[in-house]
């Protein structure tokens, strides 16, 4: 079952990614930078970031950990290629054929190292921290709890290895700055190996959500509070970081160190609390439901092919007053192609691999958790 919650958090981040790109390409050549555009940008990649690492965090711990073995770790890797790999390919392809170039770089997801060919399929970076991300993190957990001491208590075990995990992410971030004075956006941001603890915190809150689970149900109680914390700290960090001026970013330790940590743990706050508000997920208008839906399921094929389509149409641009009109036709002709990629492209191979039995869960709660996270991987 659907978690109409969830439906609107990974809709509020493709909104703002595409909000932020849609001012970049209609807007930029008319107006100068704003604040805004470079933050919905990244607010919108870090909810995608939290988002995956707390569903894909719950597959892992229900499946992977529970069985504590690498066939099970196989059957995860399994489904997580088959849910992502084979559009990216597809769109990949397509690119290279509209720009009648190739950068190997792409296949294996090491892009982000090269400036040129990152900038032939920019949304891909992204991709890199994810991949990376479910390649490494999974397998290094369940090495570390099949290596740790049998008679430690899992749940214990879980939040020890994670958070080691996540602290030696950051500190490896805060040697990389120290060390070798990257910029802010393309050597920090976009780069996966000192990114991969956004993600992390993900795992770490569908860690309580599955192990405290009275705990979780606690600080979910009244979501409005964590509404309030949310809003309330991301209006600070819209105002006070000076989003406009790369040459401050580039030159501050902190925000290439620290500054995207708070984006994560915000997001998680607007992701708990929009899974677990009880009036959002009782609403029964078809038409809400339905929407919120629509632009979930096929929020990934609107992410990889958006930045392509307001490319070329920006083209067209030659006065302001075309603007507005140009830039709604692209993005309808985006959310057209989606679906189409969704319904007879994703669809069919995600149920391909339903088919495939590539998953197990071993009693109710975990049956219960699974499937519901399931329905978002």
């Given amino acids: 079952m659907r978690n109409l919650g969830l439906d609107i958090v990974r809709s509020l981040a493709i909104f703002l990614v595409m909000l932020a790109h849609g001012m970049m390409f209609f807007l930029l050549p008319f107006y100068p930078v704003s604040n805004s555009l470079i933050f919905f940008a990244v607010l919108g990649v870090e909810i995608f970031f939290v988002l995956s690492g707390f569903l894909i965090g719950q597959i892992l711990l229900n499946d992977v950990l529970v069985e504590q073995n690498w066939p ?30 190739f950068f ?19 949304v891909s970076w992204s991709l890199t921290v994810e991949e990376w991300f479910y390649l490494l993190i999974p397998f290094f957990l369940l090495l570390l709890f099949r290596i740790s001491k049998k008679n430690r208590n899992s749940v214990n075990k879980f939040f020890y290895l994670l958070v080691l995990i ?9 040697f990389y700055v120290f060390l070798f004075n990257p910029i802010w956006d393309e050597e920090v941001r976009r780069q996966f190996y000192v990114r991969l603890d956004s993600l992390g915190i993900g795992v770490l809150i569908a860690g309580i959500k599955v192990y405290k689970k009275a705990f979780y149900e606690k600080i979910t109680k009244y979501p409005w509070i964590l509404y309030s914390l949310s809003i309330i700290g991301f209006y600070t960090l819209y105002k006070l970081i000076p989003w406009n001026q790369p040459e401050v970013l580039n030159n ?34 078809k038409i809400i439901v339905k929407t919120f839906t629509f632009i979930s399921v096929t929020s990934y094929s609107v992410y990889l092919i958006h930045y392509e389509i307001y490319n070329y149409y920006s083209r067209k641009i030659a006065t302001i007053t075309e603007t507005m009109g140009i830039w709604l036709t692209s993005t309808v002709i985006t959310i057209i192609a989606a679906f189409i990629l969704y319904r007879f492209f994703e669809l069919p191979i995600m149920n391909l691999r339903d088919k495939m039995g590539w998953s197990r869960t071993h009693n109710a709660k975990s049956q219960t958790t699974s499937n519901s996270a399931r329905q978002y991987s």
């Fill in 72 to 101: 099970a770790l196989r059957r995860f890797y399994l489904r997580r290629w088959f849910r992502t790999l084979p559009l990216y390919f597809l769109i990949l392809i397509i690119v290279c054929l509209i720009n009648d170039k």
């Fill in 104 to 122: 190997w770089q792409h296949l294996f997801f090491v892009q982000n190292f090269n400036t040129e060919s990152l900038n032939f399929f920019p």
């Fill in 166 to 174: 996540i602290i030696s992410l950051i500190l490896l971030r805060l």
């Fill in 252 to 285: 501050s330790f902190f925000y290439r160190t620290f500054l995207l940590n708070f984006f994560s743990i915000l997001s998680g706050l607007i992701i708990i609390a929009f899974e677990s508000d009880t009036f959002i997920n009782n609403i029964k208008s």
